[in-house]
């Protein structure tokens, strides 16, 4: 059947792009299958970015690994607020900041941040497992850590004000991404030397696309450690830190930069 | 500094320049609020409007809305503006240009006549006391025709962008979107690539893609890979082939900074890519894109609304005759436009504004998933700027961009528009695709298994 012959070639073409290629069509528009589809995958980032994430069973899950946890709140104390307004989700609330002054910790090497961002699927599916990949990883090294932080309605920098008041040298925040059509359970970390309220974007490194389709627990806490021993080494991060491990390796590709 | 002022029940509000006067007159919206410029109430913004509304167009050439000294937009602004043009509509205030506008006697031809003599601050004020339907109304009635290969902005005509973007710039997953999109007949604005690496190479390779395909169907369209400015001017240097060259582009000379661009770029940009002399009929080479919140994303708004730093992007644009401009209206997120109302809002006021100074406007119509949208926001939108005269709207496959992860407007989208409201696409465009098979003299999609681009669909992989 010709017919056939035509989905079979788009669903052949479909293995060089991830694009809603060939989906056929009624009059001018998407047949009803390809309709819902969309609606569908639609939905699911919807949901990934109005879910609360439920941080107590978070808190539970790492008790064993971590003894000392702190919730913290961000400056957006609802949704609608948070999407509107990124500069309060990159404060923390003034009662959580007390919280952290309060706590008059030592200085220490890397403070773990979690904070839900624009995916809480992303950090109940991921956040646990990662973080007790990277505990072990980073006691081995004998680094001291900070008490873990737990941040309701955060984006990436408050991370710096938290890795400030707890004085650590390095914050390493898990963070929910903004969510895609096709993934909306995706992760990404980011970390910051000698963190402070007021750093940029170009300060930090960012290692994105953590989930199972992109990368790896494994291969994430690999280059999360990398990056933060050079970062210790050369004591900085941002745009002038990155991943050279692969160039040692020669590869010989001019667009891979 | 002149004090603007109007009470509305023995209140009296007090405007202390032209910018807060503007800024406060803005229909609500997220970014300005963010930026602290937005009226405090209501009562306040309409306040704001009345007063505005009482504002004589003298005044923005008198008043500008960040120093001429230190910007080279607002130099741009002032130092092009024609006296000539402008004095049909010298002795106005922003609301008698609103009645101007709106009157039967105003036409196409009139408005044409006096873009030169409306500066983007007049633009952006008028649009701020005009409801939805009168910027469509008046949009209608501008016209603005550019061409390289084809026509571009003809009455009866709306155009698609073929946008087949992929996450690794993979030729063949490109290139099977690029068929997918000609059949559905999308692509006579242009074939764009959203390139995911900036580099010399991938942009070359991605041009010499598009431009076999081109030249092997004879396809009276337009390409161009959308990467920065100074890429593009390194690979024609080395003589890839070059249509159209892109560049985002802002209303500050700050925000432009922030780009990577200035003036004297763009104009040499323009320059070499005018002196490849590619276009068949014409040789408008630009193709711009803007969006309202670029000048607050690169702190370089100035105390400027979004909306005013918007329009000032478009002055930026006519100076170079673009074959191309569109705005990008819910791409930067939820803190600048919440949701379809804004959106919706934003990308109308953007078309009139672009179209009155006469631009080739289009739009990008989409959302992100933290947006307070979806894609009936969109439908919603394409109706409304079909209606208006848009020039072009982008075709996504199935609307689900996977490398910039927003959602725009498909190829589907573009058809249903057409056949609902009865417009075609460029006419060399629509002839070639009558040639090819591909629609019938009515426009409709014909049906047809053995199609010539199938065929050629099918050879993927062997390539």
């Known amino acids: ?257 | 500094m002149t004090s603007y002022q109007h009470s509305i029940r023995q209140r009296q509000y007090q405007f202390d320049s032209l910018k807060t006067l503007l800024a406060k007159a803005t229909p609500e919206r997220s970014g300005d609020a963010l930026a602290g410029l937005i009226a405090a109430s209501a009562e306040e913004r309409v306040a704001a409007q009345w007063c505005l509304a009482d504002v004589p167009l003298t005044t923005f050439l008198n008043e500008v809305v960040i120093p001429y000294e230190t910007d080279e937009v607002t130099r741009l602004i002032i130092d092009s503006h024609d006296q000539a043009a402008f004095a049909p509509i010298r002795h106005l205030t922003v609301g008698g240009l609103r009645e101007w506008l709106l009157d039967y006697r105003t036409d196409s031809q009139q408005l044409a006549a006096v873009a030169a003599g409306i500066t983007p601050e007049m633009a952006a004020a008028v649009s701020k006391i005009m409801r939805n339907q009168d910027l469509i109304a008046v949009a209608k009635k501008c016209q603005v025709i550019t061409r390289f290969r084809n026509t571009l902005g003809l009455a009866g005509r709306f155009s698609s962008r073929l946008q087949p973007n992929h996450p690794t710039d993979d030729p063949q997953g490109i290139a099977a979107a690029i068929f997918d999109g000609l059949l559905y007949g999308c692509g006579d604005a242009v074939i764009g690539i959203n390139p995911a690496t900036d580099s010399p190479q991938a942009m070359t390779s991605l041009l010499h893609l598009i431009d076999e395909l081109r030249q092997r169907y004879a396809m009276p369209v337009q390409s161009c890979v959308l990467a920065h400015v100074t890429t593009a001017l390194q690979v024609i240097e080395l003589g890839a082939p070059v249509d159209l060259v892109f560049q985002s582009i802002a209303g500050t000379e700050a925000a432009n900074r922030s780009f990577g661009i200035d003036l004297a770029l763009l104009h040499e940009a323009n320059q070499a890519a005018r002196g490849l002399q590619r276009g068949t009929i014409g040789n408008n080479v630009m193709y711009f894109e803007t969006g309202q919140g670029s000048a607050l994303s690169a702190n370089a708004h100035h105390g400027v609304d979004q909306q005013t730093c918007e329009a000032r992007a478009y002055a930026v644009a006519r100076a170079f005759e673009p074959l191309l401009l569109n705005t990008v209206v819910g791409f930067i997120g939820p803190e600048y436009l919440y949701d379809g109302k804004q959106i919706t809002r934003a990308a109308l006021e953007d078309h009139f504004c672009g179209k009155l100074l006469g631009l080739p406007m289009g739009c990008d119509a989409c959302y992100t998933n933290h947006a307070e949208a979806d894609q009936n926001d969109i439908d919603n939108l394409l109706v409304l700027l079909a209606s208006a005269g848009c020039t072009y709207v982008m075709g996504v496959p199935g609307a689900d961009d996977i490398m910039l992860n927003y959602q725009s407007s498909s190829y589907h989208d573009i058809r249903f528009v057409q056949t609902t409201l009865g417009l075609r696409p460029a006419p060399e465009f629509e002839a070639w695709l009558q040639q090819l098979g591909i629609s019938d003299q009515a426009g409709r999609l014909i049906a047809n298994e053995r199609h010539r681009l199938l065929q050629s669909a099918a050879q993927l992989g062997a390539l």
């Not at chain 1, 390493?172 to 974007?201: F, M």
Request: charged residues 20%; hydrophobic residues 45%.
């Open chain 1, 1 to 257: 059947m010709a017919e056939q012959s035509e989905n079979e070639l788009w669903q052949r073409l479909r293995q060089f792009t991830n694009a809603r290629i060939g989906i056929g069509r009624v009059g001018d528009a998407l047949p009803t299958k390809a309709n819902l589809a969309f609606q569908q995958d639609h939905a699911l980032a919807r949901d990934a970015v109005h879910a609360q994430v439920d941080f107590a069973a978070i808190a539970s899950a790492l008790q064993p690994e971590f003894p000392q946890i702190l919730r913290l709140k961000s400056a957006a104390l609802d949704r609608a607020t948070y999407l509107k307004r990124p500069d309060l989700g990159r404060s923390l609330h003034v009662e959580s900041r007390l919280q952290l002054e309060a706590l008059q910790t030592d200085p220490c090497i890397v403070a773990l941040v979690v904070a839900d961002g624009l995916s809480a699927v992303a950090i109940e599916r991921h956040a646990v497992p990662l973080l007790n990949i990277i505990k072990p990883q980073l006691e081995s090294l004998g680094w001291s850590l900070a008490p873990l932080v737990l941040v309701e309605q955060g984006r990436v920098a408050i991370g710096d004000e938290i890795g400030e008041l707890l004085k650590a040298e390095l914050v390493v925040i898990l963070i929910g991404e903004r969510p895609g059509l096709s993934v909306a359970d995706s992760l990404g970390i980011y970390l910051t030397y000698a963190p402070q309220r007021g750093r940029n974007d170009a300060e930090r490194n960012c290692i994105s696309n953590i989930h199972p389709q992109g990368l790896s627990y494994v291969a994430a806490s690999d280059l999360l450690m990398y990056l933060l021993g050079q970062a210790r080494q050369r004591r900085l991060t941002g745009v002038a830190l990155k991943d050279e491990r692969q160039q040692l390796g020669a590869t010989n590709n001019p667009t891979l930069e």
